[in-house]
Nanobody, 122 residues
Framework: QVRLVESGGGSVQAGGSLTLGCAASTRPAFVGWFRQAPGKKREGVAGISVGSGTTYYADSVEGRFTISRDNNKNTVYLQMNSLKPEDTAMYYC??????????????????WGQGTQVTVSS
């Protein structure tokens, strides 16, 4: 069992930055960040292999968001720059027991955090 606790959400103006954190009770193999806006499907934003550090990004955030991990703290971060109003959503981190080859699919993950709200105003 892996318990995930997100932190770092909040409100920011367009063009601003936020950093989300996902602290895990034990080290998973793979962590993904997802987001879900009201009335929309949950979508994968970024993923990282905890062991190798290999990263993956959705096209919509490539070049603006950076996912990283600190294995000493069992924590994965999502640095979000140049935020846009369309980035507004509840953000969730998710952990997989194995390498998530289809990282953007929710079915790849075994554990989910409670979510943290990100609101970007224009």
């Amino acid at each position: 069992q892996v318990r995930l606790v997100e932190s770092g959400g909040g409100s920011v103006q367009a063009g601003g930055s936020l950093t989300l954190g996902c602290a895990a009770s034990t080290r998973p193999a793979f962590v993904g960040w997802f987001r879900q806006a009201p009335g929309k499907k949950r979508e994968g934003v970024a993923g990282i292999s905890v062991g190798s550090g290999t990263t993956y990004y959705a096209d919509s955030v490539e070049g603006r968001f950076t996912i990283s991990r600190d294995n000493n703290k069992n924590t994965v971060y999502l640095q979000m720059n140049s935020l846009k109003p369309e980035d507004t959503a509840m953000y969730y981190c998710a952990a997989a027991r194995w390498y998530a080859s289809r990282w953007s699919l929710t079915d790849e993950y075994n554990y989910w955090g409670q979510g943290t709200q990100v609101t970007v105003s224009s």
